[in-house]
């Protein structure tokens, strides 16, 4: 299988104004308030996880859109204390991205890649379209189950011969 690496890469984005030193203890405090503030990404419950080392936060999990991608970034980036931010988060529109890549590259579903459409939310990714049967349905389940990012999997594809 061919692998498919990350559609973004990790960015280390400096902080604009380092401010007073602070402990990672208040800081880590700190950078999950903002993040709970961030209305956008609280109502939508996206699965975020923050640590401060040396006042550089490390972030990871999955970003419904790149919008909230970059407010959030900014968010973080403008905390006093926070010397960086190291960015390793993915966005829902990098995750369906990188399925598609994944199995229009893949030898087994390549030829009808085209038939099945990706959408994801919090990296649950929701399978649809039409393949020839249950075993190649098992294989696009498979190939999208092995792309970074994907938490999990539901599969609505319809086959094109029934299954007896």
Not at 9 to 38: C, F, K
Not at 46 to 60: F, I, Q
Not at 100 to 126: C, D, H, I, K, M
Not at 147 to 154: A, L, Q
């Amino acid at each position: 299988m061919v692998s498919v690496e990350r559609v973004r890469e990790e960015m280390v984005l400096p902080s604009t104004d380092h401010g007073p030193a602070v402990n990672d203890v208040d800081l880590q405090a700190q950078v999950e308030e903002a993040i709970w503030r961030y209305e956008p990404l609280r109502v939508l419950h996206a699965p975020l996880k923050a640590e401060v080392r040396n006042g550089e936060v490390t972030l990871t999990g999955i970003v419904p859109s790149r919008m909230m991608h970059y407010g959030l970034i900014e968010t973080l980036r403008r905390i006093p204390g926070v010397r960086a931010v190291r960015d390793q988060t993915m966005t829902d529109p990098d995750i369906q991205q990188a399925v598609t890549l994944a199995l229009a590259q893949n030898p087994e579903t390549q030829p009808w890649s085209a038939n099945v459409y990706v959408l994801s939310r919090n990296g649950f990714v929701q399978l649809t379209g039409t393949v020839p049967d249950a075993a190649a349905a098992e294989t696009v389940v498979r190939v999208a189950q092995s792309v970074p990012g994907v938490r999990r999997v539901v599969n609505l594809l319809q086959t094109e011969t029934p299954s007896p």
